[in-house]
C-alpha cells in the first residue's frame, strides 16, 4: 500500500499499472465510509501476494487527482491496468464484494508481458521486437526498446518508436534523450548551468535551443531543484 499524492500520483499509479493493476481508493479522513472500506481493501490486495497494488488517494489533499477522475462521492474505488481504468465502484462495500472485486484483478500472466519483462531485464532487442509485433502498442516493450536503441546509437529510430504510445512522464525524458543523442549532446555537471544559460539567451528565437534547453530540463528531471528555476526563467523569457 502507498500513500500517493498529486506529484507521485503519475509513477505510483499509472505507471505502476504496467506491471500490476493498481486499486486507487479514493477517501478522506472525515469519511466514515472510507474508514470502514479501507482495511478490506487493504485486506483483500494484501491476499493477493503483491499481484495487485494499492494506492490511498486523500482527496482533501489531492485536488488533482480527485478531479482527474471526476469524484463526486467518497469512497470511490477505481482499478488501474496499463494506465487505464479498468472496474471499479462508489461507495463501501461487503467484504464479499470487495474480495470479488480484487479477485477479478489477479488473472494469469500475460505472456506477452513475460516476453516483455525477461527481455528489458536482459537487454534482449529480439525479444522486445517479438513483443512488439504481438502487441505493437505495448508501453513497457516501447520504453525498454526506445532505450536499447539510445545507448546502441539510434536515437531516430528511438523517437519513431515513442510515437507509438500517449506521452508520459517516461516517454516525455526518454524522447529527451533521443533528441539530445541525436544531436550529441553530452554535456558534464560542471558544464551543465553555462550552457543551460547560453541556451537561454536564445530561447524566444532558436527553436533548436529552445528544445536543447527543454529536453536538458527533462534529463534533470523534477527531483532536481533546478528544473522548477529554469522553467519559470524560460516562461519568463518566452511570455
Known sequence: MVDVT????????VLRSAEV?????????WCGPCRTLGPLLEQ???ATDGAVALAKVNVDECR???ASFQVQSIPAVYALRDGR???GFIGAQPESVVQEFVARLVAPPDPVDVLVAEAAAAGD?????QALEARPDHPGAIAALATLLIAEGSPDEAIAILGRIPETAETRRLLAEARLAARQVTVAEDELEPLLDSLLARVRDDDSARQEFVDLLERLGP???RTAAYRKALAARLF
Do not use: H, I
Not at 6 to 13: A, H, L, M, N, R
Open 21 to 29: 493493476p493498481v486499486v486507487v481508493d479514493l477517501w478522506a479522513p
Open 6 to 13: 498529486d506529484e507521485t500520483f503519475e509513477t505510483e499509479v
Open 64 to 66: 488533482n487527482v480527485a
Open 44 to 46: 483483500a490486495v494484501a
Open 125 to 129: 532487442r529480439a525479444g522486445l521486437e
Open 85 to 87: 481504468v479498468v472496474d
Open 223 to 225: 527531483e532536481d531543484p
